[in-house]
T-cell receptor, first 114, second 110 residues
Framework: NAGVIQTPRHKVTGKGQEATLWCEPISGHSAVFWYRQTIVQGLEFLTYFRNQAPIDDSGMPKERFSAQMPNQSHSTLKIQSTQPQDSAVYLC????????????FGAGTRLSVL | GQQVQQSPASLVLQEGENAELQCNFSTSLNSMQWFYQRPGGSLVSLFYNPSGTKQSGRLTSTTVIKERRSSLHISSSQTTDSGTYLCAMEPGTGSNRLTFGKGTKFSLIP
């Protein structure tokens, strides 16, 4: 079990460019979560899926952020027209989604918007 | 408002001392989870603790739902325990979404 895999580990974009972040959850996990982490705000919830269906996207900045889960083995987070305030570590996590719902986090993607 | 209050924000102890970290929550709870993070590292799950006490080695987690608090006790702390400890609550609403505290930055003096 390789754990939750996130790619790329680091991404640098210019202001106004698009960034796509990838996540491969642990096989057999039905719930997939996206969080972002900054020093000032800490860990902020963005969105989550259960059995590939979007359940709660209340943490997503609506205009430029979108998330997809086209199949059970990967999810993407897309940020259009990136801004410097989007700079953060974006974390993906997965869990069984039932019973003891322990979250397992990936190593994160550090996004830097210049 | 902030649903999870974590304290202290930072803690510096000498090696060998015991540490007590606290989380208070303001809404109904399904579970409390505790995580550990090294600087620049990923979050590692320590405990899934909906209620009562759980122990793993030198770490003990206690969740008291009636008092709306959860604690993490580190006994005989070692330099390898340094890092940030975060608690996260899963609400009792059926949502799997976790709300995190701001974390306790824990440092050890050899």
């Amino acid at each position: 079990n390789a754990g939750v895999i996130q790619t790329p580990r680091h991404k640098v974009t210019g202001k106004g460019q698009e960034a796509t972040l990838w996540c491969e959850p642990i096989s057999g996990h039905s719930a997939v979560f996206w969080y972002r982490q900054t020093i000032v705000q800490g860990l902020e919830f963005l969105t989550y899926f259960r059995n590939q269906a979007p359940i709660d996207d209340s943490g997503m900045p609506k205009e430029r952020f979108s998330a997809q889960m086209p199949n059970q083995s990967h999810s993407t987070l897309k940020i259009q027209s990136t801004q410097p305030q989007d700079s953060a570590v974006y974390l993906c996590a997965s869990s069984l989604g039932l019973g003891e719902n322990t979250l397992y986090f990936g190593a994160g993607t550090r996004l830097s918007v210049l | 408002g902030q649903q999870v209050q974590q304290s202290p924000a930072s803690l510096v102890l000498q090696e060998g001392e015991n540490a007590e970290l606290q989380c208070n929550f303001s809404t109904s709870l399904n579970s409390m989870q505790w995580f550990y993070q090294r600087p620049g590292g990923s979050l590692v799950s320590l405990f899934y603790n909906p209620s009562g006490t759980k122990q793993s080695g030198r770490l003990t987690s206690t969740t008291v739902i009636k008092e709306r608090r959860s604690s993490l006790h580190i006994s005989s702390s070692q330099t390898t325990d340094s890092g940030t400890y975060l608690c996260a609550m899963e609400p009792g609403t059926g949502s799997n979404r976790l709300t995190f505290g701001k974390g306790t930055k824990f440092s050890l003096i050899p």
